[in-house]
């Protein structure tokens, strides 16, 4: 008995042991500034005093979501203003670039009966200006996310790309105002605008969402009892996703407002209004971001995180070539690819760079895993992809009977803000009482799903204009002899399906992509796994350049057809293939923390 009472004292001293050496060598790397107060255990009281779930428990105990933290609606605020100003001008890209010039108007405004414009280049030149501003706005967050892990931090790096999209923003005003507008000028300074923004938005963007879920600190599930009595299980991964989901609330009453009001400043007015009032209310995230200048939680630049990230991965590739191509991706994608790469297997000497622990090996193998879940989202925004441009121009060929042809865009948004608080209170826990268990992969298949869903909405609805349009398949550019368009008789508004579903597959995979990347990435490299989130809206935008040539009559069918394919069947080829990653969901959520010197 004897024996058997040391057997399991010692590993348990042993543990303790550990536990303390740990607490002192956080400790130490606060004080140095290395880590923040977060990472290290006993600075952090989050989790003291409570009740950590037993392996039953985990089964039979229903779960939920923890309360979100203030300072978290307060970041949502300035990511409302930041996507008021995006959205709101961005609104308004296709008619400014695609139409001309109204007669005897110096302002481009087409008032409520004509068709407001500007340049007048065509829809092919829309959608390839659209198209790459969406591409730079997406490539940027890489240089936004690797400056601020490294060396400014994120709350600094936010700062500076505000100022930067502001003076982008000015650009664009300049390009709109009477006198310019219209001419080469106007398109050298509007191409410019979207240079200088897009900028100001990749650094913006990249780290603002790792900094809104930062705001909750507590990473490990607990015991709670709720006003009734019963116990549950306080799932931080559930408070995450709640988190994202108002944030992308705020996202959306953003785009919501800005884009209504700056399509009928842009009609009514004219497009330096629809420029201005976005910049205006711009200056709000400024304001917001100093008046929480030391209450948000921040997490402090840990050096060149990438270069040792490559270095491991560069380390664990070793030995695993083969002239057998199979061989090769076999060996790669094997189990036990990560382990060679963890300090306590090296043998003899350790390599400089490798200051880190085991766990950070798994925190790094983690990252991986999820960005090879956002290799397939450039197929997904593909899809979304379309209500930013052809939508729009669809729009233009039906009856709109007074509406700017551009608002019904707007349906978006506002199916958003609708339904994300009905799948938080009413959906999701709905489906926890009864004990479904719908995983973030999961959520992602169903994204695919309703976004192939929407494009076969769309490729119907065009089928029916070619049909009914006085030019068939050039409803486009239908025009009478004093060159008044003339469109189809179809009402605008049977495009709302296409919208809705759209809505629904952000909701499933937009939302829960921004969640993935949060949870799943090493905690000093947040911003760049973000950013490789964000980064597949670049590379979808250059498969969307692909597309441009089915972005003109009379090819708009096989467009929305050959999208509707392409996500359905990849969503398909998506579920088989991290089916098994999927039922790791809980195994990679509470992975001991590894330490990063």
């Not at 590993?11 to 107060?37: M, W």
């Not at 001419?183 to 979207?194: E, K, Q, T, W």
Request: charged content about 15%.
């Amino acid at each position: 008995m004897a024996g058997l009472e040391l057997d399991r004292e010692i590993p348990a001293a042993l543990a303790v042991v550990e536990r303390h050496e740990k607490i002192a060598y956080d400790y130490d790397l606060q004080k140095k500034g290395t880590i923040s107060d977060e990472t290290a255990d006993k600075a952090d009281p989050v989790h003291e005093g409570l009740e950590f779930p037993t392996e039953e428990q985990l089964v039979t105990l229903r779960r939920v979501s923890d309360t979100i933290p203030w300072t978290a609606y307060m970041i949502a605020v300035v990511e409302l203003a930041e996507r008021f100003s995006y959205y709101g001008s961005s609104a308004v890209f296709v008619n400014f670039i695609q139409q001309p010039l109204p007669p005897n108007s110096t302002t481009g405004a087409g008032g409520l009966n004509g068709q407001s414009g500007a340049l007048g280049r065509g829809q092919q030149m829309s959608t390839g200006l659209t198209t790459f501003y969406q591409f730079w706005s997406y490539i940027t967050p890489i240089a936004g996310a690797y400056v601020a892990d490294t060396y400014w931090g994120r709350y600094k790096t936010i700062c500076v790309s505000v100022a930067i999209a502001m003076l982008g923003h000015v650009i664009m005003i300049i390009s709109a105002v009477p006198g310019v507008i219209g001419g080469n000028a106007s398109v050298g300074l509007f191409i410019l605008s979207l240079i200088i923004t897009g900028m100001g938005a990749g650094g913006f963007k990249s780290n603002i969402s790792p900094l809104v879920a930062e705001q909750y600190r507590r990473t490990k599930m607990f015991i709670a009892v709720t006003k009734t009595g019963e116990r549950v299980i306080v799932d931080p991964s559930l408070t995450t996703s709640r988190i994202y989901m108002y944030f992308y609330l705020f996202i959306n009453i953003g785009a919501l407002i800005g884009q209504i009001g700056m399509v009928y400043a842009e009609k009514l007015v004219g497009y330096w209004l629809a420029y201005t009032l976005p910049t205006v209310v711009f200056l709000l995230s400024p304001l917001v971001l100093w008046y929480g200048h030391g209450k948000y939680h921040t997490s402090p630049p840990t050096g060149s995180v990438l270069a040792t990230a490559v270095r491991v991965w560069r380390y664990a590739m070793r030995g695993r070539w083969s002239w057998n191509p199979i061989k090769t991706i076999r060996n790669l994608t094997a189990d036990d690819f990560w382990e060679s790469a963890k300090p306590t297997r090296v043998v003899g000497e350790k390599p400089a760079w490798m200051r880190f622990d085991d766990n950070w090996v798994e925190e790094l193998r983690r990252g991986f895993k999820a960005c090879s879940v956002f290799l397939w989202f450039p197929i997904y925004w593909l899809s979304y992809n379309q209500l930013n441009n052809n939508l729009t121009s669809q729009a233009a060929t039906m009856s709109t009977h007074g509406l700017p042809n551009d608002i019904l865009s707007n349906l978006d948004p506002f199916a958003l803000i609708i339904f994300i608080p009905l799948c938080d209170l009413v959906f999701y826990p709905a489906l926890i009482r009864w004990r479904i268990n719908f995983r973030p992969l999961q959520k992602i298949a169903w994204g695919f799903y309703s976004g192939a869903a929407a494009m076969v909405w769309a490729a119907v609805v065009q089928h029916y204009i070619y049909k009914t349009n006085p030019c068939g398949y050039h409803a486009g550019t239908c025009v009478d002899n004093n060159g008044n368009p003339l469109v189809s008789p179809l009402n605008v508004w049977i495009q709302s399906g296409s919208y809705v579903l759209i809505a629904f597959s952000e909701i499933f995979a937009s939302i829960t992509g921004l969640e993935y990347a949060f949870t799943k990435a090493p905690r000093n490299m947040r911003s760049l796994v973000m950013s490789m989130f964000l980064f597949t809206n670049a590379i979808a935008a250059a498969i969307g350049e692909a597309f441009v040539s089915l972005s003109t009559d009379p090819l708009l069918v096989w467009n929305y057809g050959s999208v509707a394919v392409i996500c359905g069947v990849s969503g398909i080829i998506f579920w088989i293939l991290v089916r098994k990653l999927n039922s790791q969901e809980d195994k990679l959520n509470n992975m001991a923390e590894g330490r990063f010197d």
